[in-house]
């Protein structure tokens, strides 16, 4: 119930907040930005003869507003049509219209065979800035990792590598108070509730010391696991050296040894050319206790900063280079390495004007292992942009 009214009050505030931006928008305090893509894909297994198909029809609208140059408002909205029949999927509709914030700001308007119509808000916070100070309040993105593919240090808002069309990723419901000592020093607080109503909390000090970026992260995630944790990143002559980690222990069996570690290790070089190579490693002590997801759940995983693999050592590597200067191509892999999968991806990125793009998307993945299944999956998408 508490949701459902959450649901209908986050409606009237925006639409509040709305009518109040568009009202002064001469005053030039009133930001708007957004796109419109639209994303035919196609996915198949070895394992099954039919073919998955689905056309997604996505519209972000930015919103922003500053009273003054202490105060402004942000609301971020998502609008997404889906038509095909991967939606006849048991429990898809469900995970489209499921929100993980503590404020049920989704919406499923459509739920029909074949075609979904969902309306949802992952941001919506208010700043306050003075000084040395800066305080958010509202549904807002916690970033705190520092290497590019896996991020043990963002307890608050983990996401999947392999959801690309996502950039904005989603937010958490939190406050967060951030105070900067100086250009690269600050402090920060942050404060989150789910949709459980479980409490995550957190500090954070990030410094820098002879071309060295440190930070350091304490408190509690989702009220059941103790953490701490911390990352250094670095440059030496253009080649960027990132790492981070956090170990999580149950509070519930704080005395035995079954906590957890995450820690990745990452690597970028741009060469003249500008090919950009990347790696990173992981190691997530899980074990196998993921395998029972098999390969298409990975894609939605992962769940939590504390499981970011299916598996203990997870290998990845990416080679990009602008082939003209309208033209941009990528080639990436992973291994798991005890559970004998792979991934293989590529992208071609093509700006046909200023502001629209044309993207080709692929994501294939091979198993061999009895505990994923024999199976192997491959994804297409091939994406229109605009933005605004």
């Not at 009273?67 to 095909?84: K, S």
């Not at 598996?311 to 990528?330: E, G, H, M």
Request: aromatic share 18%; proline share 2%; charged share 20%.
């Amino acid at each position: 119930m508490l949701r459902k009214r959450m649901k209908f009050f986050s409606f009237i505030l925006f639409c509040c907040i709305s009518l109040s931006l568009i009202a002064q928008e001469e005053e030039k305090k009133f930001e708007f930005s957004g796109y419109v893509t639209d994303m035919p894909s196609v996915i198949t297994q070895s394992a099954v003869s039919e073919v998955w198909w689905e056309n997604l029809v996505h519209n972000r609208l930015n919103f922003a507003y500053n009273f003054n140059e202490n105060w402004r408002v942000d609301v971020g909205m998502r609008n997404r049509l889906m038509i095909g029949n991967l939606i006849e999927t048991p429990g898809y509709a469900e995970s489209i219209d499921f929100d993980r914030g503590w404020a049920d700001m989704s919406w499923n308007i459509i739920a029909e065979d074949k075609v979904i119509f969902n309306t949802s808000f992952d941001r919506a916070f208010v700043t306050f800035n003075k000084n040395k100070w800066n305080a958010k309040l509202g549904r807002q993105r916690i970033n705190w990792g520092q290497t590019l593919v896996w991020n043990p240090n963002d307890i608050f808002n983990t996401y999947s590598y392999f959801d690309f069309d996502y950039v904005e990723r989603a937010g958490c419901d939190a406050f967060r108070g951030t105070y900067y000592y100086n250009e690269t020093a600050y402090s920060e607080l942050a404060v989150s509730v789910d949709y459980n109503d479980k409490l995550t909390a957190a500090f954070l000090h990030h410094w820098n010391k002879n071309n060295f970026d440190y930070q350091i992260i304490g408190g509690m995630m989702s009220q059941s696991d103790v953490l701490i944790g911390g990352a250094v990143t670095t440059d030496f002559k253009g080649l960027n050296l990132r790492t981070e980690g956090t170990y999580f222990h149950p509070v519930d069996n704080f005395s035995d040894t079954s906590g957890v570690f995450a820690i990745s290790f990452g690597t970028d070089y741009i060469f003249e050319n500008s090919l950009m190579l990347q790696g990173e490693v992981l190691y997530n002590n899980v074990g196998n206790i993921f395998s029972s997801i098999g390969i298409l759940g990975l894609y939605a995983a992962p769940l939590s900063a504390k499981y970011l693999s299916i598996c203990d050592w997870t290998i990845f590597a990416q080679a990009s280079y602008p082939i003209t200067p309208r033209l941009n191509a990528s080639v990436s892999g992973m291994i798991f390495t005890e559970v004998d999968m792979y991934y293989a991806g590529l992208s071609l990125d093509y700006s046909l004007a200023e502001n629209i793009d044309l993207s080709l998307y692929t994501q294939y993945f091979i198993s061999s292992s009895t505990l994923l299944g024999d199976n192997n999956v491959f994804m297409g998408f091939l994406r229109l942009k605009w933005a605004f």
